[in-house]
């Protein structure tokens, strides 16, 4: 059977109950379900390296050889996020997430079981594959469950969930590894997934609008692929993965290249992964600058801490300030705001919020006291910027196209992150200090409230 016609096949999708399909709340029923998704997805992303020391101890291995465990976990999730987004626009967003919150699942588990390092890299590579079909339509399933005029709470309650899975992972991953031992760090996704699923099959609507899919882009697959790898491996070679600087150079020059191939070939391909028309409104590709520099910012201070403070057993309630923060913003603060201010004006507010956060910080970063209270204040900016900045990108994307929408944002996060991690490691590495890195993360935010003036300066988006 071919691709297409195995996709075709696929489209079948179960309406939910009609009890649920009928209930006034049957849209945030759909948002509660996509958050076990999007708390999974980060407690994966934020307990893993805390398992490195005893993985190196089981499995006879390097630091080097260990990093890949995550490496190829973000590297695959990246390369796939666009590819997964188009399919499931065109097959079904219920569908795609399901299958995508099954295969992680199992392939969590199987880490757990994993008899060598070779083993769990291979398990992650394929937990990556689920996480891509999760995060791809994540976003699309908030948007398109509930009107227009709550997207931007329902995309903040999303953003608290990423926020507790991430001020979570440090919390349970250190009492896992030091009690229960390191393979419990991915049995314990176990029960949030089987949850996630059973409540997808039953809350999650059918998909509504679809955008056809003739031919799948398999070379635009295979250039993305190579684009990002290229690009993900020189910025981890410039943040501390052992390899010669000229080589890490060389593989960034080479992911830009084949990043510029790959953009050419989306504006002539027949059926592209991403139509380029879907990029041109302002608020679409100024909104993505804005989310890679939102989670650069976020992640920037998460690497920067440690190396500041060490890791004493103070670090963790310091770090989970930041996380808090985020999550307490996307929920209730923003509602402090006055009703009629537009997502982009939100977004400017926010952006600016967490520039002088970080500006500030760098002056009293030395102070653990004044640091829980600046990265408070970050988490609150960046929890009011996020959420209102992907609502700014989402409104400009048709619904139909909403899952390949939601892979670019989560494409912007998955590099931001990684830059945020290489930026102030690199900043550590050439003498510069904590000052340095702090104002490059600084500049980034600023960078941020320009892309947020910018993406709102067209287009309200006041949902």
């Known amino acids: 059977m071919s691709t297409v016609r195995w996709l075709a096949a696929s489209r079948l999708e179960r309406p939910r109950p009609e009890v649920v399909r009928n209930h006034r709340l049957a849209g945030w029923f759909a948002v509660a379900t996509v958050c076990f998704g999007a708390f ?5 992303a934020s307990i893993t390296t805390l398992a490195f020391p005893a993985m190196q101890r089981q499995f006879d291995q390097p630091l080097a050889g260990v990093q890949w465990v995550s490496l190829a976990y973000l590297i695959t999730l990246v390369g ?30 199987a880490c757990g079981f994993a008899p060598g390092l070779g083993w769990l890299i291979g398990f992650r590579v394929l ?52 009690t229960l031992g390191w393979r419990w760090i991915f049995w314990i996704v176990l029960p949030f997934g089987v949850i996630g699923l059973v409540s997808g099959w039953l809350l999650l609507p059918r998909t509504r609008e679809r955008t056809a899919l003739q031919r799948f882009d398999l070379a ?18 410039l943040s501390g993965l052992p390899m010669p600087p000229w080589l890490a150079v060389a593989l960034l020059v080479g992911g830009l290249l084949l990043g510029a191939a790959f953009v050419r070939w989306e504006a002539a391909a027949l059926d592209p992964l991403v139509r380029p028309a879907l990029l041109r409104p302002r608020p679409v590709w100024m909104g993505l600058i804005g989310a890679l520099c939102g989670y650069l910012v976020l992640f920037g201070p998460l690497t920067l801490l ?63 006291f004044g640091s829980a209270a600046l990265l408070f204040a970050l988490g609150i900016g960046l929890g009011l910027f996020i959420p ?42 050439s003498g510069g200090g904590d000052r340095l890195a702090l104002a490059c993360l600084a500049v980034v935010s600023l960078i941020g409230v320009a892309s947020a003036m910018a993406a709102g300066r067209n287009r309200s988006a006041s949902g």
């Open 40 to 44: 999974m997805g980060q407690l994966d």
């Open 80 to 109: 796939l996020l666009p590819a997964s987004g188009r399919i499931a626009d065109s097959t079904g967003r219920k569908s795609m997430y399901l299958a995508g919150s099954a295969v992680f699942t199992a392939a969590s588990v």
């Open 127 to 178: 937990q990556a594959v689920g996480a891509a079909m999760l995060q791809a339509n994540s976003v699309a399933l908030v948007v398109t469950s509930v009107p227009r005029t709550t997207m931007r709470t329902a995309l903040g309650i999303q953003s608290a969930a990423q926020a507790v899975g991430l001020a979570a992972g440090p919390v349970i991953g250190g009492a896992l590894v030091a």
């Open 220 to 237: 635009g697959l295979v250039l993305l692929l190579f684009a990002s790898t290229g690009l993900l491996l020189g910025v981890s070679g």
């Open 306 to 368: 440690p190396q500041i403070f060490g890791t004493g057993g103070g670090l963790g309630l310091t770090l989970g300030c930041l996380p808090l923060g985020f999550g307490i913003a996307a929920v209730a603060v923003h509602r402090l705001l006055p009703a009629r201010l537009s997502a982009g004006s939100r977004a400017v507010v926010g952006a600016a919020l967490a520039a002088v956060a970080v500006a500030v910080l760098a002056a009293v970063v030395s102070d653990p």
């Open 388 to 429: 209102a900045n992907n609502t700014t990108i989402m409104s400009a994307i048709p619904s139909r196209s909403a899952a390949t929408g939601g892979g670019l944002v989560n494409l912007a996060r998955g590099f931001g992150t990684a830059l945020g991690v290489a930026a102030v490691t690199l900043c550590l590495h």
